[in-house]
C-alpha cells in the first residue's frame, strides 16, 4: 500500500514516523492538526496497537480528537494534563531560525497553547515548506466575529508601518459563509509575500482589539523533522544547534497503510 502514496504523502509520513519514535511510555504528547499531523497520529496509534505504548494526548482540534480516539489514542483535555512532555505538529512555512506560520488548518490558537505548554515542539514537514523568509503562505489572524470588519481594517492600517512586501486581507471562507474555527471565530487572511521582522508583526498584531491570535510562532518551536520522498529525513534541532540525516524504512504492508483503506 505504501508503494500508492503520492511523493508529497511519503515525504510527510517519512517525518511522522520519525517524529514518533520521540514518544516514550507515559509522555503527554500534544497531537496537531493537518494533514502531516494526521499520520503522525496513525503512527502513535500503530505503536500503541503494536508495542502497547501507553500515552495521553491534547489534540490541537476536534477533528484531530477524533481521529486520535479511532486509533486507540486516550484523549484529555489540556487542562488535565496540565503540561506537556512533547507536541507534534505541521507547519505551513518555517524559517532558518525555525520560526513558523501555522494555521492553515484554521486551529492555530489551540495550536499555539498546547505547543507553549510543552516541553519541546517538534514540526514535522516536507522540504516545501522551507523557506528563507515568512511570509508566502499567507499568515492567519484569528478574530472575535464581533466587530470583525473593523479588527480588518486595524490589520490593514497597523499594515501600512510594517516591514512587509503585500497589504491584502481576506476573510476566510467555508463555502459563502465564513470559516468558524473550533473557538467560535473568524479567520483574516494576511497576504505579505515577505515578514521583514515576524517578531514584531506578532507583538504587534496581538495589540488589535479583537485580534485573538496570529498564526506566528516565535522561539516556539525545537526541532523540525523534514521527511523525504525517498523516505529520507533530515533533523534540525535548534537548540543544540544539530542537523542528523536518517532513513526511514517501511513495509509495503504495515498496519497504517491498510487503514488509510
Not at 59 to 65: D, I, L, Y
Request: proline share 3%; net charge negative.
Amino acid at each position: 500500500m505504501a508503494a500508492d502514496l503520492s511523493p508529497i504523502d511519503k515525504a510527510k509520513f517519512a517525518a511522522a514516523r520519525r517524529a514518533v519514535d520521540l514518544v516514550e511510555d507515559g509522555m503527554r504528547v500534544g497531537l496537531g492538526t493537518g494533514s502531516t499531523a494526521a499520520w503522525m497520529v496513525r503512527c502513535l496509534g500503530e505503536r500503541i496497537r503494536d508495542e502497547g505504548l501507553q500515552l495521553i494526548g491534547v489534540p490541537t482540534s476536534t477533528r484531530t480528537a477524533d481521529l486520535a480516539r479511532q486509533v486507540g489514542i486516550k484523549v484529555v483535555a489540556l487542562d488535565e494534563a496540565k503540561w506537556l512532555d512533547i507536541t507534534i505538529d505541521g507547519a505551513d512555512e518555517f524559517d532558518p531560525d525555525l520560526n513558523l506560520v501555522k494555521g492553515g488548518g484554521g486551529a492555530l490558537l489551540q495550536e499555539k497553547i498546547v505547543a507553549t505548554a510543552s516541553d519541546q515542539m517538534v514540526v514535522i514537514t516536507d522540504a516545501s515548506k522551507e523557506v528563507n523568509h515568512l511570509g508566502a503562505f499567507p499568515l492567519p489572524v484569528e478574530v472575535v466575529p464581533f466587530g470583525w470588519q473593523v479588527t480588518r481594517a486595524l490589520i490593514e492600517e497597523l499594515l501600512d508601518s510594517m516591514d512587509v512586501m503585500g497589504r491584502q486581507t481576506s476573510l476566510r471562507l467555508n463555502g459563502q459563509q465564513p470559516f468558524v474555527t473550533d473557538e467560535g471565530n473568524y479567520i483574516v487572511d494576511l497576504h505579505l509575500n515577505r515578514i521583514g521582522n515576524p517578531r514584531q508583526l506578532a507583538l504587534v498584531l496581538n495589540q488589535i482589539p479583537g485580534v485573538v491570535e496570529n498564526g506566528l510562532f516565535i522561539d516556539i518551536c525545537d526541532k523540525v523533522i523534514i521527511g523525504g520522498t525517498d523516505g529520507k529525513v533530515e533533523i534540525r534541532d535548534i537548540n543544540e544547534g544539530t542537523v542528523a540525516n536518517e532513513t526511514i524504512e517501511f513495509a509495503e504492508d504495515e498496519n497504517i497503510f491498510r487503514d488509510m483503506d
